[in-house]
């Protein structure tokens, strides 16, 4: 089998083998990363030179904070390592905070993972400049949780645009970074921690399947022992949310892998309402009804693949999708604004493609975890938005781009 990309990303696909053995016809899954040449060097093109740089500013009302905790599980040893240490994560949070005169403007990573990620590219390090003020105290009152798993060997920091818009319009945020899978983390005690897997950045990484299993079991356990984290942190004293944290409308969501591993997760732990599968990568095999909402957003579908209209059928509860018409799978990442119009975003650009996926993303939250009325972007065709196809909940994915 040759397996062509065309993108950076993933993408899962099934074979039937049929022979005179008693078990036929034999299914085979297939899985494959994709980083053409041609991308990698208008990346790099793109990332050399930039002597600075800003995230997109958030549209929301809030002033934005973030800050990182340090998390232990003591009931794991971690797979990923012959040491027998228990399994040590890193999450990201960002919040809603209140004006302060005095602002320190967080890092967009720690500078040892960004030296180590310029490294990677070939590049000089750059300064980012944030809209997150460090270690501001979160807001006075509860808000919505969304939990985050980002793309395979990807890190929590990778959609900060997203992340700062979305604690600009009252969520928290909480991006994890699974350890010795993500290209790159620095642990409690500036510890820095690399992938196993290798790294989507200089094309190294593992594209074989039982990495994949491998991975995507990790993090299932990953997120469900970080709820479970942020409900002990919510009830303690002292801990940066104490407080805060809305535990009864929590969102899972996560790109690529992630996606994937959020719908999993949505499935075993029903302490998750929502589910946002930013293109997803979804076997064909995969089959399992829920009515957990779910918001599917894709980018640049000519043609859904069996996986997804399979899914789209098992999606019994509130489901939408929305494909954006021309873009590639790396405009949901911070790829869109950090590489110099290198990401493919078909006619709406990057500027509006940014501002498509912040709103669509957070007009799904708005109705599934504060229960607004649904924007009308949830229910057709905008103006807005012209070359955002939407499916709606009676439509027929298979029948549609």
Same mark, same amino acid.
């Given at each position: ?70 998390l ?44 180590y ?10 300064h ?39 604690a ?6 909480a ?11 620095e642990?409690?005690g ?17 594209g074989d ?32 949310? $104490?407080?805060?944290?809305? !535990?009864?409308?929590?969102?899972? +969501? *996560?790109? %690529?892998?992630?996606?994937?591993? @959020? &719908? ?16 997803a ?20 579908r ?40 290198a ?23 708005d109705? $599934?975890?504060?229960?607004? !009325?649904?924007?009308?972007?949830? +229910? *057709?065709? %905008?103006?807005?938005?012209?070359? @955002? &196809? ?12």
């Open positions: 089998m040759t397996f062509t990309p065309i993108t950076i990303g993933t993408r899962t696909a099934n074979i039937s083998i049929a022979d005179s053995s008693t078990d036929s016809p034999q299914q085979v899954s297939l899985a494959g990363v994709g980083y053409t040449k041609g991308k990698a060097a208008a990346v790099h093109s793109g990332l050399t030179g930039s002597g600075q740089i800003a995230i997109p500013a958030p549209t929301g009302r809030n002033v934005v904070g973030t800050e990182v905790i340090y232990t599980d003591p009931t794991r040893n971690d797979p990923y390592v012959s040491s027998g240490a228990k399994r040590e994560l890193a999450v990201r949070l960002w919040y809603p905070t209140m004006p302060r005169r005095e602002c320190q403007t967080a890092e967009y990573t720690s500078p040892a993972v960004w030296k990620f310029a490294h990677l590219v070939n590049v000089e390090p750059f980012v400049a944030t809209n997150s003020c460090l270690n501001a105290p979160v807001s006075d009152g509860e808000h919505p949780v969304v939990v985050f798993t980002p793309g395979y060997t990807a890190t929590f920091t990778d959609y900060t645009f997203l992340f700062e818009d979305l600009s319009r009252g969520y928290i945020v991006s994890v970074a699974h350890t010795y899978e993500t290209t790159a983390v642990l409690a500036g510890r820095l921690a690399k992938s196993v897997f290798g790294s989507h950045l200089d094309n190294t990484w593992r399947e039982p990495a994949f299993s491998l991975a995507t079991r990790v993090r299932i356990q990953d997120l469900e022992f970080v709820l479970n984290e942020l409900g002990r942190l919510n009830a303690q004293t002292g801990s940066p949310v $104490n407080g805060h944290l809305d !535990l009864s409308d929590v969102a899972v +969501a *996560g790109h %690529s892998m992630g996606g994937l591993t @959020a &719908f999993l997760s949505a499935q075993v732990d029903h302490r998750f309402k929502a589910v946002l599968m930013l293109d990568a979804v076997p064909e095999a995969l089959a399992s009804t829920t009515k957990t909402p779910a918001l599917i957003l894709a980018a640049g000519q043609q859904w693949d069996a996986g997804e209209c399979r899914l789209w059928s098992d999606l019994q509860g509130p489901r939408i999708a929305v494909n954006l018409q021309g873009s590639e799978h790396a405009a949901f990442s911070d790829w869109i604004w950090l590489t110099r119009d990401i493919e975003t078909g006619p709406m650009g990057p500027e509006k493609t940014m501002s498509a996926v912040r709103d669509y993303v957070a007009a799904f939250l109705a $599934n975890l504060r229960h607004e !009325l649904p924007s009308p972007l949830l +229910a *057709g065709p %905008s103006r807005d938005y012209t070359d @955002a &196809f939407v499916i709606t909940q009676e439509r027929s994915l298979c029948d549609s781009r």
